[in-house]
Nanobody, 123 residues
Framework: EVQLVESGGGLVQAGGSLRLSCAAS????????IGWFRQAPGKEREGVSC????????YYTDSVKGRFTISSDNAKNTVYLQMNSLKPEDTAVYYC????????????????WGQGTQVTVSS
C-alpha cells in the first residue's frame, strides 16, 4: 500500500522556521519525484517545490526561492521541506505528492498524496 505521511506543520510567527517531513512507503522511492504543494482556503492547490529522488534535481516556485529548501534522505524514504523566513501568505495546508521519475508543476500530474499538514504563520 502506498503511503505518504506529512508531519512538522504548526503555528509560527512571521520570520520563523518550520521543517516539514514526508515519509514515503509502498513504492520504489528512487524511481519517483516528490513534490510539495499547498492550498490556502478558497485558493487552488499550488506547487511549492519538488525533488527528483533519482538525480536530486530540485525546483521551487518563485515565491519561496531563497527561503525554502527541499532535500531527500533516500535511506529513510523521506523528503524534507525546510521553510525559513516564513510569511503570513505561506499559511496553507501543505501536501506532499509522488509521481514517477521527474517533477511536474501541476498537481493533477501526481499519483499519490499525503493527508496534509497545516502551516499557519501569524503576523
Amino acid at each position: 500500500e502506498v503511503q505518504l505521511v506529512e508531519s512538522g506543520g504548526g503555528l509560527v510567527q512571521a520570520g520563523g522556521s518550520l521543517r516539514l517531513s514526508c515519509a514515503a512507503s509502498g513504492f520504489t522511492f528512487d524511481d519517483y519525484a516528490i513534490g510539495w504543494f499547498r492550498q490556502a482556503p478558497g485558493k487552488e492547490r499550488e506547487g511549492v517545490s519538488c525533488i527528483s529522488s533519482s538525480d536530486g534535481s530540485t525546483y521551487y516556485t518563485d515565491s519561496v526561492k531563497g527561503r525554502f529548501t527541499i532535500s531527500s534522505d533516500n535511506a529513510k524514504n523521506t523528503v524534507y521541506l525546510q521553510m525559513n523566513s516564513l510569511k503570513p501568505e505561506d499559511t496553507a495546508v501543505y501536501y506532499c505528492a509522488a509521481r514517477p521519475l521527474i517533477c511536474a508543476s501541476y498537481y493533477l500530474e501526481y499519483d499519490y498524496w499525503g493527508q496534509g499538514t497545516q502551516v499557519t504563520v501569524s503576523s
